[in-house]
């Protein structure tokens, strides 16, 4: 098979060679993504200290696969001020936390000044905290509602003190599927370009994309690929987080949803399709820790952090409102067979954990 001899050689996949991908059985297309993922990384598995903020549910689009923003679905609205927010990240620099992670809706009320102001007020009372805000639907949001360019918004978030981007708001890039799950929110030509001139400032992001719902195979492809072309221009993607669509409290009519088997196989695609970008991320909060683990076989190299808090997963479903212990982390990485390997939000790794280090295995 042409599929087969393409990976046994490693050539750069096309497009016809990733649908492919999805023929080949779970094991065989498993082995490959290993083979790439240990090539590079070895046994190590990556995570970090973190803790998510998200302000406010209050968000002026409505896209049907969210659960999070207030509305019938979730009829909890609420705005967090400045100063909670900084209680929040205070409370966390004590416990050790070394990223923050602020995602939030659309709201007209927490303006691109409200953030500008958190984030140069945390960088001045904790300077050593990674900030990782702002995707890149918020970027847009922002910036339309200033009437600024892109770059003017990216400008004002660096000189605040923004580290780097998540990469929220990918969803779908295909524009059909995305006119429906999310019509209104950023385009894709649209989230690309704001990550591209994020690079060019010399700053680093992650890119997601959101599968399970009513995208089909050929959407995922699609996806992967646009973001190999950005990486091929600038390199500034660390990671590349699948994640799984999460069913409760949501507008879309989904009758079949994903087997973990569907689930393995597209993290397994995303390593073998994505030679350029560095980490594959299995995001234990939309697939549990248990199959995040698994996954760590199958191409990925990093399960996210430690969270403490979150929101947005949480309300559709995911049981990741209260984050994850550290030493479950740690536990279950090691039972598995792999390393933990404590890492900052660029990848530097900050530590390597022993056997030691589990509970269980003490």
């Given at each position: 098979m042409?599929?087969l001899?393409?990976l046994?050689?490693?050539?750069?996949?096309n497009?016809?060679d990733?649908?492919?991908l999805?023929?080949l059985?779970?094991?065989?297309l498993?082995?490959?993504?290993?083979l790439?993922?240990?090539?590079?990384?070895?046994?190590?598995v990556y995570?970090n200290?973190?803790?998510h903020?998200?302000?406010t549910?209050i968000c002026k689009?409505?896209c049907?696969?969210?659960?999070?923003?207030?509305n019938r679905?979730n009829p909890?609205?609420?705005?967090y001020?400045k100063d909670?927010?900084?209680?929040?990240v205070?409370?966390?620099?004590k416990?050790?936390i070394?990223?923050?992670?602020v995602?939030?809706?659309?709201?007209e009320e927490?303006?691109?000044?409200?953030?500008?102001?958190?984030?140069?007020?945390?960088k001045?009372?904790f300077?050593?905290i990674?900030?990782?805000?702002l995707?890149a639907a918020?970027?847009?949001?922002?910036s339309?509602?200033?009437?600024?360019?892109?770059e003017?918004?990216?400008?004002?978030m660096?000189?605040a003190g923004?580290d780097?981007m998540?990469g929220?708001g990918a969803?779908i890039f295909d524009?059909?599927v995305?006119?429906?799950v999310c019509?209104?929110?950023?385009k894709s030509?649209?989230?690309?370009?704001?990550?591209?001139?994020?690079?060019?400032?010399?700053k680093?992001s992650?890119a997601?994309m959101?599968?399970?719902?009513?995208?089909?195979k050929?959407h995922r492809?699609?996806?992967?690929?646009?973001?190999?072309?950005v990486q091929d221009?600038?390199?500034?993607?660390?990671a590349?987080?699948?994640?799984?669509y999460?069913r409760?409290?949501n507008?879309?009519?989904v009758d079949n949803?994903?087997?973990?088997q569907d689930?393995?196989?597209t993290?397994?695609?995303?390593?073998?399709?994505?030679d350029?970008?560095?980490?594959?991320?299995?995001?234990?909060a939309t697939?549990?820790?248990?199959?995040a683990m698994v996954?760590?076989e199958?191409g990925?190299d990093d399960l996210d952090?430690?969270?403490e808090?979150e929101?947005i997963?949480?309300a559709?479903g995911?049981?990741?409102?209260?984050g994850q212990a550290?030493q479950?982390?740690l536990?279950?990485?090691?039972?598995?067979g792999?390393v933990p390997?404590?890492r900052d939000?660029?990848?530097?790794e900050?530590k390597v954990y022993e056997?030691?280090?589990?509970?269980?295995?003490?």
């Open positions: 042409k599929i001899e393409k046994k050689n490693q050539k750069r996949l497009y016809e990733a649908l492919a999805y023929e059985d779970l094991f065989t498993g082995h490959f993504a290993n790439k993922r240990t090539s590079m990384w070895g046994k190590k995570f200290i973190n803790r903020i998200n302000p549910n689009d409505i049907k696969f969210c659960a999070f923003s207030a679905k909890n609205p609420y705005r001020t909670e927010v900084l209680h929040i205070e409370e966390a620099f416990r050790g070394k990223e923050i992670h995602v939030s809706a659309h709201n927490h303006d691109l000044y409200w953030y500008i102001d958190v984030f140069k007020t945390i001045a009372r300077p050593t990674h900030i990782k805000a995707t918020e970027v847009h949001f922002l339309t509602l200033h009437d600024l360019n892109y003017e918004t990216i400008e004002k660096i000189e923004v780097s998540p929220g969803e524009e059909k995305r006119e429906y019509k209104g929110k950023v030509n649209e989230w690309l370009e704001i990550h591209e001139l994020w690079h060019k400032k010399g680093f992650n997601t959101l599968f399970g719902h009513v995208e089909e050929e492809i699609d996806h992967m690929l646009r973001l190999r072309d221009r600038t390199g500034g993607f660390n590349f987080i699948p994640l799984v999460q409760d409290n507008y879309l009519k949803f994903l087997g973990s689930i393995l196989k993290i397994a695609i995303s390593r073998l399709i994505l350029n970008i560095p980490h594959i991320k299995a995001y234990w697939t549990t820790l248990g199959l996954a760590q199958f990925a952090g430690t969270i808090k929101a997963q949480s559709g995911a049981k990741s409102a209260n550290l479950d982390f536990d279950v990485i090691i039972t598995s792999f390997v404590e939000s660029l990848y530097n900050l056997e030691s280090a589990c509970g269980v295995c003490q």
